[in-house]
């Protein structure tokens, strides 16, 4: 029963890395719809 | 011009402009020769564990040198033009791809012979055995296989030489380790038959990856 | 609510639904394991995160034949996704695998075929991305890195398989003992579904991101000629 906090941080590494990159997934498409409805409108305004 | 001729012009230029400069055998066989020097400072004294490690400071001495004529090999292209140059004659980049390989194979053989007996001299142990010639030039060629692929990449990126040991040494990783054994084995006097699952591997690596390679090379390079 | 919207939901329904029976099975079903302890239940996760990281490769491998043979940047786009993931996958299991091997055998790492074949596994992705990273142009870094994909991926069941030869010749006893019983399997085998849906709802999301990347490139190049 010692062991439960190597069983512990096993599952943590996984989820965090799992949560982590989703975040990072999130973050960017954020940006990248920002950046893409600020060009459609520069571009309609020209 | 036939696909032979076409393969031994490129081999044949290589050598002559090696035999004029003679900048690759010579700068990587000091290499070589220093790295097997400085692999005796960092075990010191202690010859058994010398004898243990044997084969593994022969290889991981080819795979550094392999690395360092490879890159050798492709940046003196790249440098003088002559990569452009060769892609637009009517060559086919097949014929490049085996003219480079079977260059870089000799120049690679070449290291070795003169390796070979100077890890003898320096280590006592008989490596000039038929078993290790034939390991070495087996393995060599899966060398020269992946590695010209990848030395033509290499060469075309920000920072050339640097990248081929990370492209490189992973993939070769296989021929290090039965090359080791294999070469362990035959030091340790084992016969044939016990040699034959790591040549057998050696042997499947060589046949996949040249193929493989040959065929990868002309669609990755196709601007 | 479009075609992908509605695939990406029920993928996302499906995901959950399935991590929610894993964690059951793996903390309330599944019974402790003999000569390791509690400590074995990583392997449920451990081994999907293997399966994933592999299945990753297959991906980009397929993407990077059909980019060299359509040359279409879409198949480039699922490359990147796949490599992204696969490494960072590869990496959790490196890190999986050691917090294991402390518990169960003492140290942080071993040699074993599995870390091993792991360890050169993650030095063929950070391959991958090094040329990906060092060219310059568009078509020049998918076709090289698509040439580095397709030689990695052939390599890697030939690295297995001469590291288990190796192994085998210098056997040390760090191997998993006993099969697996069929609570076990059973468990094993939610967690893989679980983490499939995972990785293939995040491909996708991955790719739509790289799509639009190269959407918002086209558009300033628009913007550009519009204003010049």
Redesign the interface.
Known sequence: MDNLGYLFAAFAVIWAVVFGYILVLMNRQKKLKRDIEKLETDIRQN | MNYFRKVSAIVWKDALSEMRTREIVFSVLVFALLVLVIFNFAFGADETAMNSIAPGILWVTFAFAGVLSLNRSFVQEKENGCFEALTLCPVGRDAIYVGKMLSSLVFMIIIEIITLPVYSFLFNLNVLSFEIIIITLLATIGFAAVGTLFSALAVNTRVREMVLPILFLPVVVPLLICAVNASGDALAGESWGDLFSWLMLIIAYDVVFVVASYLVFEHALEE | MNKSHITKMVLLVLTTISFMAALYLIFFYVPTELSM???Q??FY??VP?AWIALLSYVVIFVSSIMY??KRSKTWDTVAIAAAE?GF??T??FL??GS??A??AWGVWWTWSPRLTSAL?LW??Y??YL??RA???GD??KA??S???A???F??IP??I???S??RT?HPSALIFEGGLTPPMLLTLQICILAFTL?YVL?LI??I??NR??L??RD??R??EM??G
């Open positions: 302890g509690v400590v239940r990583i996760f451990h995160v060299l043979r993931i960072i996958f990496t959790a890190v999986t917090i294991w402390k518990p050169v030095f063929i950070v391959a090094t040329i060092y060219t310059q078509d020049r076709r090289f698509s040439a580095v397709i030689i990695g052939i390599d030939i690295v398989l001469s590291i030869l190796w010749q995972l995040i999301q991955s739509q991101i639009s990347i959407k918002v558009l300033r628009l913007k519009n204003e």
